[in-house]
């Protein structure tokens, strides 16, 4: 599975490990990505989202509900 938070969008950087001699080689900086169970009353089921703690954040400020109409308008399938 991709490293991308289906909340945020949050995707992985890339950029440079630089070595003590200074040589640089290519590296990726990953998203903390969780995943997590959240129980949907709308729907009266579970459901598993892929979510960076940014967006686990947000679900928490926000509500599963709204997270989910959230992710399901960027056209992600839940």
Known sequence: MSAHCMLTGARPGFGNSI??????????FDPN?????????????YVRLRLSTKGIKTVD???VEAAVARIRARGVKV
């Open 19 to 28: 070595s003590h001699s200074h040589r640089r080689t290519s590296r990726r």
């Open 33 to 45: 990505i969780q995943s997590k169970r959240y129980w949907l009353p709308g729907e009266g089921r």
């Open 61 to 63: 400020v926000i509500g």
